[in-house]
């Protein structure tokens, strides 16, 4: 089963790969090579293990000496917990049993969430696909995004929330309803984590089902964002920002989606200049950033994430997410 921050590595399918796609040092091209067949020798391990009745958030660092350890080390900052696990009883509907349902519970927040989360799939496809590594984990931005969104309401109450890259549970996108979101689309680039979303859906309130919406959505498909053009008032990115090929269509993205007086938030690490290499390009298509967010850091996420730096293989690159709020210049 697939866990809160268990990330599964997946060669050139993830933040864990922003090292190889900032290409440009001698060498590079060899050292991706031997990382991706490393993350595929380590992935199929994990799941024989797991096949084997062994744990999925057993330490890993070994498996993929020089890329995992360092990637996957910090699976949590601790701002959402998962209380327990069942395995998915919808199969009636036609569902496959690809999954289970977790109870997710905000450790500062009266706010409980059950969603569905997808076992890894260990295949050549899922290993080398681009839009994967949402299927296999919730990233550690996610959870702090989420944390945002509940610990100031105000950000979203009463209006129209985009999230894009969500994967499989956009919990920043599913805490907007909780924080009165008057509509909330959540997206990604894989269908397979679109279709987990809509299972999420499934166990909602008739209430909130009403105000939610998700479907696939490919940045660089231009008619699709067209349809998208001046929707949302605020667009929510978590851990979006390491693929820097895609850099421009995410940003042309933004810039089209949001109404006048909307805003983006991000929540991203640096993971090698990554994040600020895309900042630059924000600014191109006319988003500026606004130099406000470390107020959106209440003291429990503050301490949470010094809790973090204290962890001995922690990372600031690759594991210490940065909150981005980006509006119109």
């Known amino acids: 089963m697939a866990e809160l921050g268990a990330k599964d590595g ?77 395995p998915a009883t919808d199969k009636a509907a036609g569902h496959a049993d690809d999954g289970d349902f977790v109870l997710l519970k905000s450790q500062h927040f009266p706010w409980e969430q059950r969603v569905f989360l997808l076992r890894p799939v260990v295949s050549l496809e899922a290993m080398m ?37 969500g994967g499989m549970a956009p919990i920043a996108g599913l805490a907007c309803l909780h924080a009165g979101a008057a509509s909330v689309l959540v997206t990604d680039g894989n269908p397979r984590s679109v279709q987990a979303m809509r299972r999420t859906m499934s166990q909602l309130p008739s209430s909130e089902q009403k105000r939610l919406q998700a479907q696939v959505l490919d940045w660089t498909d231009a008619a699709a964002v067209d349809q998208l053009q001046a929707t949302a008032d605020v667009v929510l990115a978590a851990d979006c920002l390491f693929f ?56 429990a996420a503050q301490e949470q994430l010094l809790q973090t730096k204290k962890q001995p293989l922690f990372n600031a690159s690759l594991h210490l997410a940065h909150l981005d709020r980006l509006a119109f210049a």
């Open 129 to 165: 696909g681009f839009n994967n590594t949402g299927n296999v984990c919730i990233w550690p931005a996610e959870e702090l995004l989420c944390h945002v969104v509940l610990a100031h309401p105000e950000l979203v109450a009463g209006k129209s929330v985009l999230e894009l890259g």
């Open 244 to 299: 820097t090929q895609v850099h421009d269509s995410l940003a042309r993205l933004m810039a089209s989606v949001l109404r006048p007086q909307g805003f983006v938030l991000s929540s991203a690490p640096d993971r090698n200049g990554t994040r600020v290499q895309f900042l630059a390009v924000a600014r191109g298509a006319g988003l500026a950033v606004v130099e406000d967010c470390p107020n959106l850091l209440d003291a």
């Open 10 to 86: 997946q060669a050139g399918s993830g933040p864990g790969e922003a090292e190889e796609e900032t290409v440009g040092q001698a060498g590079t091209q060899v050292r991706s090579s031997q990382q991706r067949w490393a993350l595929l020798k380590a992935a199929i391990l994990r799941a024989q293990r797991q096949a084997k009745g062994g744990s999925t958030t057993e330490a890993t660092a070994a498996s993929a000496p020089g890329v995992e350890g360092s990637v996957r080390s910090i699976a949590s900052y601790g701002l959402v917990h998962q209380l327990d696990s069942a």
